[in-house]
């Protein structure tokens, strides 16, 4: 008898939650995966990177932030943001504000958090409870940056998100002093780093195949279906 359930493939996320590319290239992962329906499967597995690993837990503006980094005024940066918006919603994602505003009707600024800590989680969530939980736990946290704006750099709001996804808060804050898990989360940077992987997100497909950069739908169901083919054969 001839299997015809999906194949499933191991996909290697390498990804920061400051990253608005990392959220919308996940989001055309997911359209991507959905073309696949009932030929593929994925099981989806988060890897640090740090875009900012010298941030100061008091954060920056985000368009200052760009201004500094990457020298553009800020007008640029705040072009380059409604293009993210854009193609955010190509993807079927949101990378507006949807949070409370002020008497004024102004939202709270848009800053850029140090991340380390957000990556022991996210580390401790595969170890503890798996790829599909550590999942939930990622894009709860591209929420609480994108749509919330919170500071992902406040150990507080690190759990109160782990517990909104069902993790327990008091073992997260145990992770969260664990020397030995900072030490892991150090070595899959620099896994990444031995891979040439610069910038993200950068997905690695059953180890096979690099894809730098948010690519759309059919690039990545192409891509898949290609490593799968080769599997079999």
Not at 47 to 58: I, K, S
Not at 82 to 96: F, K, T
Not at 138 to 151: G, P
Not at 178 to 201: F, H, Q, S, W, Y
């Amino acid at each position: 008898m001839i299997d015809q359930s999906p194949r499933k493939l191991t996909i290697d996320i390498w990804s920061d939650v400051m990253c608005p590319w990392c959220r919308i290239g996940y989001g055309q992962l997911e359209k991507g995966l959905a073309l696949l329906e009932g030929e593929i499967e994925a099981d989806i597995r988060w890897h640090a990177f740090e875009l900012n690993p010298d941030m100061p837990r008091e954060g920056e503006e985000r368009s200052e932030h760009i201004k500094r980094k990457y020298g553009r005024p800020v007008a640029q940066a705040v072009a380059v943001s409604e293009n993210m918006r854009g193609a955010a919603e190509n993807a079927g994602v949101s990378l507006s504000y949807t949070g409370p505003r002020n008497a004024d009707g102004d939202a709270p600024p848009a800053m850029m958090w140090n991340t380390f800590d957000a990556h022991k989680l996210l580390t401790w969530a595969i170890e503890t409870a798996g790829p599909i939980v550590q999942t939930k736990l990622k894009l709860a946290l591209f929420d609480a940056h994108f749509a919330q704006r919170r500071n992902l750099g406040q150990h507080e709001v690190l759990l109160d998100i782990v517990s909104k996804v069902g993790l327990d808060p008091s073992a997260a804050r145990a992770a969260l002093a664990d020397k030995a898990l900072a030490g892991r989360v150090r070595a899959d940077e620099e896994a990444g780093i031995d891979m040439n992987i610069t910038g993200v997100p950068a997905m690695l497909i059953e180890g096979r195949l690099l894809i730098p950069g948010a690519q759309d739908p059919e690039t990545y169901a192409n891509a898949l279906r290609r490593v799968a083919k080769k599997i079999a054969a």
